[in-house]
């Protein structure tokens, strides 16, 4: 069905001189010529950790066993149930709270930024364990913490957008964001994100 009109933002990574290459420029153009986006203006992506990401010795503790190109998908696959998630629940705990919270600190380092500097931690909505561990270990009280997993639960690589459309009346222009993820294989990263715009402006 869509959504009439929708609200969107451009994220620029990078310093000034980084940026206004001819992908943004279109994309600026389609955002604000027409009647077909609420066109709310530029989120400033501060930087984007470009250090070691991803361990592929976590894939035998979270993996989907068939369906790929190794092993790919047939009757016995699906009548096994070899699509479906399997993970070693205490050893992908252990690595997303240490990955996630040391990627965003390493992330805040590099730009300068103390805990109390932070207005929400934008954590992977995997579980309230997880969530809840991770702040901890930044240094971040719960009320710093995007949270609505309680609501949508884990849709894996979604949960950050929606954490940021569901906080968006409460965030203000300049409020300082830090986006963290943790996913299979394993793979994580984080972001500093400076929030462009008074989100109490507008309505759900």
């Known amino acids: 069905m869509g959504v009439a009109r ?6 620029n990574i990078g310093e ?11 994309a600026h153009e389609l955002m604000t010529s027409g009647d077909h986006f609420n066109f709310v203006g530029n989120v400033e992506g501060k930087d984007i950790f470009t250090g070691r990401v991803a361990d592929v010795g976590g894939a035998v503790h979270l993996y989907v ?10 009757y016995e696959t699906v009548e096994n149930r070899e699509h479906y998630i399997h993970q070693d629940g205490q050893a992908v705990f252990k690595a997303a709270v240490s990955n996630m919270s ?30 809840a561990a991770t702040a901890h270990r930044m240094g971040l009280p719960a009320e710093k913490c995007m949270i609505n997993i309680e609501k949508f639960g884990n849709t894996t690589a979604a949960t950050l957008p929606l954490c940021l459309w569901d906080y968006e009346t409460r965030l203000k222009k300049g409020d300082n964001l830090i986006l963290a993820a943790f996913g299979g294989g394993y793979t994580w990263g984080a972001a500093y994100v400076k929030w462009a715009y008074d989100g109490g402006n507008f309505s759900k």
């Open 16 to 26: 000034e001189s980084e940026k206004g290459d001819q992908t943004a420029r279109t």
């Open 102 to 131: 040391d990627v965003a600190l390493n992330v805040m380092e590099r730009n300068r930024i103390a805990p109390e500097d932070i207005a929400y931690l934008v954590p992977h909505q995997a579980n309230m364990r997880i969530i």
């Open 6 to 11: 929708p609200r969107v933002a451009l994220l």
């Open 65 to 74: 066993k068939a369906g790929g190109s190794a092993y790919p998908a047939t």
